[in-house]
């Protein structure tokens, strides 16, 4: 039954992609009312019921039930195809109903084997349903079937073969079809003569499908085949126009620009800082890289997790340079609070491609240095090593950027059920540091484009800035449907200005594209009340929060939002991935933090909070981080949300 099945797919499958693949030809000609042929095809049969008594003198001693075969079917037919979708089919055929029940055993433990070789004469009248505009057509209707042959071989182990008829056979059998099939004309739109070529298919089911006048054997079929078709068509009279082409209206993009009423320079953050509770290390080495900062027994005994947490110096330079000291630090934080907290302990967990022996070593130089230079107890710290990490990057069956990803699971994860070290809303996360930060052109003094459908319907665009004395500034090119710009480096040394903005682009198809717009900038001396941030990481394309941050928007983050502030929520990835789909998973991540914390304030009765969510994907121009090294691929994969104070 599987080669058959096997059998029956393949050609059913060629019969349907030649049928959905094929092309009509754009006619000249009148289509044919008549059309004649012939078909062959291939009837897919299938025997079930009852049957032992084969004629009145061969009883088999055990019955026959199931049985398949593959038998020829082939007809002479005539179509009428008047105008509109109705028609009808005639097919007078040949029809193959023989082939093989599955084999049984006779009560002698004899195999015993039973094929036949029924055949009709069929005669098949149906109904056609053409679908306009298309060769596809639908057809059905009833069955008569003549039999013509009734033989059979029956073979049983231990006693001669016999040949005979089969008995009490229907002379006559009254059944009915469905299918389809799809014209190919084959002959030019010029030829009065057409020819079609016609894959089809139909089904005929067991009903009135039982060949004798007893027992139960009813058969189904399948049949798949192809028909050749010839018909006479008439010379159209066509009359020659010109027609006036219609351009097609071109999509009418609208052009928004949000400017901040006061641009500020700089702000005064207070930072909730999650700590990452990994540590990266380089290939080839067991040694903690020397990116981390590393104390001698005497600093340490001086360090206290406080002292990250001062302002930021006015010599701390480069993207997120604060941010990214103090996670290097998580050794020292690490062993400051175990020294801290005598009763917690923690436990390491190396993990190397190389394998386990090689992680326990990764996990044993971070012991080692919790032990000399802190002091701890080295029964307080458990080491393990793993292939991978519990949350690997690198999934099952990847192929790309495997190097980076590789590079992110080869790590000591830190880890502890002491809630002096965990992060306060439960997890792995160690407990975030709060440290005190300068916002550089906060994302609220940036003037943020938007335009629709940009990134589906434009090339590219850009836009020009000019002041009321005609002095222009030139940003782009843009391809994203969303740009910002900081509102400091439109201003210069200008302490206000009124601009006139040009977007300018040009569509896919060569169109040009020109809105406008207009936006009044004052500069703002630095507030004195400090903003608030508040950062979320996500593991390896992750695009939804995980329960403890759940928690932790809606019991940690929530009440410091005051009523009336701007909540700016902004996702970003890292560069691994391709960038469409990063900038929709950043989207999906900003959104995701908004919708928790909507439902937070309503509840806490807070309306009047303004959110700007936006999404950076893995743009390293917006990147809190840089990309070089595993733990900035790691901070980037982030929605980090700033609260603004009321101004």
């Not at 009490?168 to 084959?186: E, L, N, P, R």
Request: aromatic residues 8%; neutral net charge.
């Amino acid at each position: 039954m599987l080669s058959t099945n096997k059998i029956l797919q393949k050609v059913i499958t060629c019969v349907l992609v030649t049928m959905l693949a094929a092309s009509t030809v754009n006619a000249q000609t009148t289509s044919p009312t008549w059309w004649f042929g012939a078909s062959g095809a291939a009837n897919f049969n299938f025997y079930d019921g009852t049957t032992q008594r084969l004629n009145n003198s061969l009883i088999a001693p055990t019955a026959f039930h199931k049985g398949r075969s593959v038998r020829p079917y082939a007809s002479i037919l005539a179509e009428y195809r008047p105008a509109g979708i109705w028609g009808g089919m005639l097919n007078v055929a040949y029809d193959g109903r023989g082939g093989k029940f599955n084999d049984v055993v006779a009560p002698c433990d004899c195999p015993a084997t039973l094929k036949t070789s029924t055949s009709y004469i069929t005669v098949e009248p149906s109904l056609r349903l053409s679908v306009p505009a298309s060769g596809l057509y639908f057809f059905a209707g009833p069955r008569v079937s003549f039999n013509i042959n009734k033989d059979f071989a029956y073979t049983q182990l231990r006693q001669p073969n016999t040949d005979g008829e089969l008995s009490a056979m229907h002379k006559t059998i009254f059944s009915g079809q469905v299918g389809a099939g799809y014209d190919i004309m084959m002959s030019s739109a010029n030829s009065t003569t057409k020819v079609s070529l016609s894959p089809f298919v139909a089904f005929i089911p067991y009903f009135g499908q039982e060949p004798r006048t007893i027992e139960s054997w009813s058969v189904t079929t399948v049949r798949a085949g192809i028909a050749l078709k010839f018909g006479k068509a008439k010379k159209m009279i066509v009359k020659e126009t010109v027609a006036t082409p219609v351009p097609l209206p071109m999509h009418d993009f609208t052009f928004n620009v949000r400017a901040p009423k006061a641009v500020s320079l700089k702000r005064q953050v207070s930072e909730t800082l999650p700590l990452r509770n990994s540590v990266f290390f380089d290939e080839g080495s067991t040694q903690v890289p020397a990116r981390y900062v590393l104390l001698s027994k005497e600093q340490a005994g001086l360090f206290r997790e406080e002292q990250l947490q001062a302002d930021q110096p006015d010599d701390m330079t480069g993207r997120s340079a604060r941010q990214l000291t103090v996670y290097h630090n998580i050794l020292n934080i690490t062993g400051d609070r175990l020294r801290s907290n005598p009763g917690a302990v923690i436990s390491l967990s190396g993990a190397s491609a190389k394998g386990p022996e090689d992680g326990i070593k990764l996990a044993e130089s971070v012991k080692l240095y919790l032990v000399d230079v802190f002091g701890i107890d080295g029964s307080r710290i458990t080491v393990k090593g793993r292939n991978k990490p519990v949350i690997p990057s690198e999934q099952p069956g990847g192929t790309k950027e495997l190097v980076l990803l590789r590079a992110g699971d080869r790590r000591v994860d830190i880890t502890s059920a002491s809630p002096e070290l965990l992060e306060e809303v439960g997890g792995d996360m160690l407990k975030p540091v709060q440290i005190n930060a300068t916002q550089a052109d906060p994302l609220d003094s940036q003037i943020v484009l938007n335009i629709d459908s940009a990134a589906q319907l434009l090339k590219s665009w850009s836009v020009d800035i000019t002041d009321d004395k005609g002095i222009a500034q030139h940003y782009g090119p843009y391809t994203r449907d969303q740009e910002s710009i900081p509102g400091a480096a439109i201003l210069g040394n200008n302490p206000e200005g009124d601009y006139k903005l040009a977007m300018t682009g040009e569509t896919k198809a060569g169109m040009a594209v020109r809105k406008e717009g207009t936006v009044h900038l004052v500069r703002q001396d630095e507030a004195t009340a400090k903003g608030l941030r508040y950062s979320i990481l996500y593991e390896f394309d992750k695009g939804t929060s995980i329960a403890r941050y759940d928690k932790f928007l809606t019991e940690v983050v929530a009440p410091s939002i005051a009523d009336g502030s701007t909540v700016i929520i902004h996702g970003h990835t890292d560069i691994i991935g391709e960038e469409d789909h990063n900038m929709k998973l950043s989207r999906e991540r900003a959104h995701d933090v908004q919708n928790i914390l909507e439902r937070a304030l309503a509840k806490a009765g807070k309306n009047n909070v303004k959110f700007e969510t936006l999404g950076f994907g893995e743009d390293i121009s917006k990147a809190p981080f840089e990309n070089t090294a595993p733990e900035e691929r790691f901070y980037n994969r982030t929605v980090i949300i700033d609260i603004v104070p009321v101004k």
